[in-house]
């Protein structure tokens, strides 16, 4: 950093999710002080001062999961608008990313006809996950759900953005979610690990967890945050001068266990 400067952090899992966190720690390098708080959407947040300089910040945290998939969302249903809970509906909403007003168009052109229900996120899924390539730096802290579709590729956080577009453009409750994906009951996948994005969607009376970009259901999720789109939680946001060196993200079985 060129100058002292002020930056929030989302990398410690959330409280209220199917995992539990076990033990964790927190450190910089320097030491600078961290004050701690819950957001809007009650995702838990550090604030700190970064100092002028090089600055390296680590976490680390033992999470017990739940060995089993995610939830099967098979028969439930898609509520009509008015019998959305009246907090959930501006998960309805355009947001910074996902821009389901410009793509209400499309979304019932290539939805429109199947069922209201899971199925209709399913298809969602599907179409999103067979033609938008994931391929690493194709795209910027700028890019919409718009821009993905036109350029046909893009990472996690990518994909789960037009998939929560197109089901907020037909009127499904849709929110972006990032967390920790280790490779449990999957093939390791040799690419350097990073954070995960996959989204949650409101059917029936629950939310329901969906994932554009491996389009199976896995086991391991450690959810961090929850929120409209990626802005609502990154990782990092600064508030004045700083540049981004590196980044190491791990999530593996805990060999003692």
Not at 166 to 173: S, V, Y
Not at 193 to 221: C, H, I, K, Q, S
Request: charged share 20%; with cysteine.
């Amino acid at each position: 950093m060129s100058a002292p400067t002020v930056a929030t952090v989302q990398v410690r899992p959330r409280s209220d999710a199917g995992h539990q966190l076990v033990s964790e720690s927190w450190s910089t390098q320097p030491p600078v002080p961290i004050d701690e708080y819950a957001d809007f959407y009650g995702n838990p947040v550090k604030r700190l001062v970064m100092p002028q300089g090089a600055l390296d910040l680590r976490y680390d945290a033992v999470v017990a999961v739940p060995d089993e998939p995610d939830l099967d969302a098979t028969g439930a249903p898609q509520l009509p608008v008015d019998e959305i809970p009246g907090e959930l509906l501006h998960f309805t909403l355009p947001s910074r990313y996902c821009l389901s007003d410009q793509l209400m168009g499309m979304a019932w052109e290539l939805f429109g006809q199947t069922d209201p229900s899971a199925a209709r996120v399913k298809a969602i899924c599907d179409w999103v996950h067979d033609n938008i390539q994931f391929q690493y730096g194709t795209s910027n802290p700028l890019t919409t759900a718009v821009d993905v579709l036109e350029q046909r590729k893009g990472v996690c956080r990518d994909l789960a953005h037009l998939a929560i577009t197109f089901c907020r453009a037909l009127n499904i409750p849709a929110r972006y979610v990032f967390g920790y994906l280790p490779d449990i009951y999957v093939p390791p996948d040799p690419a350097p690990m990073d954070f995960a994005a996959w989204m949650e969607v409101y059917l029936g009376d629950r939310w329901w967890t969906f994932d554009p970009r491996n389009n199976v259901r896995r086991v391991g999720r450690v959810l961090i945050g929850r929120g409209r789109d990626a802005l609502d939680v990154a990782m990092m946001t600064t508030f004045g001068p700083a540049a981004f060196k590196s980044m190491v993200v791990w999530a593996d079985l805990d060999k003692a266990s």
